[in-house]
């Protein structure tokens, strides 16, 4: 309506003729359709192709009118034509871009054919020069507008075709992670397994007594992912200390020290090389070589370990995510589990047991006989409700960030012992130093699981849990004096395949053996104990003396 109304005052200021006002009423009713139904897959356009008809006649009667008054010439089409960028900014709007090009070519055809048609002043108005400037110039600029309008719509579109919903990327990225590792070397991801083959690597182009990769676990302290040397080292593990590990660190820049990154350690020269584990921007670990020499990591041989770290880095960034992704899906999966227990089938019993409290109240036919069997049944749903109950405990138990894993299997152990009517007895020994999170995660879970099967299955009255912490070694033993693993039941077996599964996830190894004289204990084993290792290296020093 505000362009109808600028074209018709524009057209009675260029022809002084009220007369001509009826193009513009000509074009209102062209258009009236495409205002009353604009949804319409034939009005619509219909109605705006009829308009650009009416536009292009107009102009030309217009530019006619104009030039036999004498007033502005060919000039005067330009009091008509703004009005199309009425229907080309429609067909913007609605994305048919097609349309609007189609638009423009019927514009332009009715404006070349009436003004071969008309004449004015003996010629035709197709030969005079400010007609078919005027023409070009507002066909260039809808022109213009319509592909402005197309190149936005498909830069917006881009954006958010890059830009997919969350659970979409998730699902893309997931897929790709997954075919990304099956084709990688031994198709693991294991931190554990990469520093180790890190460590070996590295052993060969520079000396090292000691040597470790350390990750980062939060609470501005380090993690071992594996270490390698004669004799266990307690590396120092916080960021905020005055070590060259925090230095490296915070520059991400290789630094050598001429004292040992160990909390405690016997003296004499040493030689410290520490290179943070660089992806991209983010600094995902540390590697830390020591030898027991001065001056033994010169430049050269600094920039050969940087070398080999550099492509570590990305491998161990992608084996950390794994383990976090991994670690967010079965916590998510295990929270639940433990609401559908708790909100299905423990909600049920506990209405069989009101239930049968009824009707033990009101029973009157053979009062003592039937009150018998409701107790006993009544027990019987007392402890299914017990077992749902270790169960939501079971699945709902961690290992604190601050407590460690020795703590969450001794909180676990006393509870089950406690519900089973068994002796608790617990040995624990856990370094300051910690496991990876998903390692300890597993450790409790089939630490979980052997206590489990114990109470359930093996008949006992005492219980032995001994944890042994010394990252990356690690030692959990659950033993009991049972009537051993060969009376178990069916689903006692199925633990311990699930506890062999978990095993070989975390490259731990899983020992069951018969305990004397009577029950069976379950063991597993992460790494190589640090008393192994000082023996073996004592041996080896012997050899070469």
Known sequence: MVMLALVAVLTLFATHDAGQLWWIALLGVAGLPAALAPQHRLLGPLSRFAEVVVLGLAASQVAAVTTLNGTIGGLGASAVLPYLAVPVTVTALR???????????????????SAALTQVDGGRQLGQPGYLAVCAQWLILAGLGLYTAGTLHRVIRVRSEGK????????????QLRTVARQLPGATLDPGGISEHLLEELRTVARAERAAVLSASGGGRLVVLAQVGVDRVDWETTLDADSAIADAWASQQPQTASRSQARSHAGGDVSALIVPLVAGVRTVGMLVMEADVAQAYPPPVVSRVTALTRPAALRLEAALLFDEVRSLATNEERQRLAREIHDGVAQELVMVGYGIDNALAYVEEDPKETAEALRTLRGEV??????????????????????????????????????GGLRVHLSLDESTARLPAATEAELLRIAQEAVTNARKHAGAANLWV????DPPYAQIEVSDDGHGIGEQ???????????????????????????QPSGTTVAVVLGSSPRRDRVRGKAAAAEGE
């Open 95 to 113: 994305r048919r871009f097609r349309e609007g090009a189609a638009l423009l070519a019927v514009t332009a055809a009715t404006l070349l054919i």
């Open 164 to 175: 997919p919903q969350p659970y979409a990327e998730a699902t893309r990225l997931l897929t």
């Open 382 to 419: 007392t402890r299914v409700i017990t077992e749902l109950r270790l169960s939501l405990f079971e699945l709902r138990s961690e290992v604190d960030r601050h407590g460690g894993l020795a703590a969450a299997i001794a909180e676990y152990a006393r509870t089950v012992g406690a519900s």
């Open 466 to 469: 001994t944890c042994e912490v």
């Open 489 to 515: 039941r069916t689903d006692g077996h199925y633990g311990l395949a699930i506890m062999a599964e978990r095993a070989e996830r975390i490259r731990g190894r899983l020992e069951i053996r018969p305990r």
